[in-house]
């Protein structure tokens, strides 16, 4: 997969990027009520918009991002000038308020992210296949702080329909793979006919389901 992840920057071929905030995110975020300043995980952050309005917020970001590529051109499209050093073999860019990892995230250990107050997880999860994801929550939930909370969305449709990334993620798998925390609640749930513009339409995906997750542990 990591190839996979590091030719579709290289070809921008990136469908799954958005060139607007996540509407999700603006609505339900504040439900996290978290203080100013508290630090924020975004995995497999790519080059989102998300990552600006998070900071416009007064919180402090931590990306981890596979291709350096797709970090580049966040600071370049938006006129954001980055630092990049090299820590310990591993490269970060860095301005105020965010810090991005160039790495593999099962690569990174608890010293290099410290502890975090929050994830946000747009399009993370369903871009890991199914026998990956339970490495990706253990890891992601080794840097959450005791009673830190999640933002997710995930996606659910038919399989038969297409073969993913982005990969369906059922209730049943959100609740096992998220088994050991205080509260899971489902804070949205949109299914829709899937558009004949949106490039997934053309590998099959007809039907789906989004969903919003609050988790509190």
């Known amino acids: 997969m990591k190839d996979f992840w590091l030719k579709i920057w290289q070809a921008d071929n990136i469908p799954f990027h958005q060139d607007k905030i996540n509407p999700d995110l603006i609505q339900y975020w504040p439900s996290l009520n978290l203080s100013p300043g508290a630090k924020v995980l ?3 952050c790519g080059k989102s918009l998300d990552l600006l ?50 790495e593999d995230i099962f690569n990174l250990n608890r010293d290099f992210i410290g502890q975090v ?15 990956l994801r339970p490495r990706y929550i253990k890891t992601c939930l080794q840097w959450l702080a005791p009673q830190g909370k999640i933002l997710l969305k995930t996606l659910t449709y038919e399989e038969k329909q297409m073969e993913g990334p982005p990969f369906s ?12 925390c205080q509260e899971l609640q489902c804070i949205k749930e949109t299914s829709r006919e899937v558009d004949k513009s949106d490039p997934l339409y053309a590998r099959g995906l007809k039907q789906s389901t989004d969903k919003v997750w609050l988790i509190r542990y």
Not at 58 to 65: C, K, L, P, V
Not at 169 to 180: F, P, Q, R
């Open 42 to 44: 975004v995995p497999l």
């Open 117 to 131: 107050d929050a994830i946000y997880d747009r399009a993370a999860l369903i871009a890991i296949p199914a026998k």
């Open 53 to 102: 309005w998070l900071m416009q917020q007064g919180f402090h970001i931590i990306g981890i991002e596979l291709s350096e590529l797709a970090v580049q051109c966040f600071a370049s499209e938006n006129n954001l000038p980055m630092t990049k050093r090299l820590d310990q073999g591993f490269i970060c860019y860095s301005a105020p308020s965010i810090s991005i990892w160039v």
């Open 169 to 180: 993620v059922d209730d049943a798998e959100v609740k096992a793979l998220y088994s050991s």
